[in-house]
């Protein structure tokens, strides 16, 4: 075993020790610390074992944003230096933009404060709701609105983030190289870490990138 290897082994010890522990912040960042290094050094393998682990951390801080008997923050005025941000789920509505959700979002995170954040945009002329959020990357879609478009419903909320993300991996060429789709879909991860079928299609990706290190093919 190359200590690469052991480093990593060690890495992914550490964060399903945490997840064990239901200390999902602490098991999300160990993992994606761990997913990221390994993609340095094309260690798919790595990868791959890291995103189970990224990805129940991540389903637990979502369920521990859900558990939080409050309304749908919404964001009324600018974000301030310094400012911190209730635990649930957060719609940022226009003037409020993308970047706003992004900023809330890491500091929730560094805060270890549970949320869930979905950003929409102005209605198009076709009475679609186009919905955005962003990370390493931008990924937007137009959607069906909310049947009350000023006081949209959970159901509606955490549906969009699902159609977010399934949008997020339709926009990937599975023609070309596997390392580029993998970059692709981490990025994408990053703009949407919620998605359950994100972190699958990069597990899937990953494993391939490594049976094609190891000679086998890829199908």
């Avoid at 790595?46 to 990224?54: D, T, Y």
């Avoid at 008997?69 to 940022?92: D, K, N, T, V, Y």
């Avoid at 970047?99 to 945009?121: F, H, K, M, N, S």
């Avoid at 990937?172 to 972190?199: C, F, M, N, W, Y």
Wanted: proline share 6%; glycine share 6%.
């Amino acid at each position: 075993m190359s200590s690469n290897s052991k480093t990593f082994s060690s890495k992914l010890g550490v964060a399903i020790a945490a997840m064990e522990k239901n200390q999902f912040f602490e098991a999300e960042a160990s993992a994606l610390k761990l997913l990221e290094d390994a993609r340095g050094v094309f260690d798919y393998d790595a990868m791959a074992a890291a995103i189970p682990v990224l990805k129940s951390a991540r389903e637990a801080r979502a369920k521990a944003a859900l558990e939080i008997e409050a309304p749908i923050h919404r964001l009324e005025a600018p974000i301030e230096e310094g400012q911190s941000f209730e635990g649930g789920c957060w719609l940022i509505d226009p003037p409020r933009v993308a970047a706003d959700g992004r900023t809330i979002r890491a500091t929730a995170l560094e805060e270890q404060v549970p949320v869930i954040v979905l950003c929409r945009e102005p209605m198009t002329r076709l009475g679609l709701r186009p919905i955005v959020s962003i990370g390493r990357t931008t990924v937007r879609t137009k959607i069906e609105p909310a049947a009350d478009m000023d006081d949209p419903d959970l159901d509606w909320f955490l549906g969009s983030i699902d159609l977010l993300g399934d949008h997020a991996i339709s926009t990937i060429d599975t023609g070309i190289d596997i390392v580029k789709q993998i970059d692709g879909l981490l990025d994408r991860l990053s703009a949407i870490p919620e998605h359950p079928g994100l972190h699958d299609a990069l597990e899937e990706a990953c494993m391939m990138a490594a049976n094609a290190l190891r000679g086998q093919p890829v199908e």
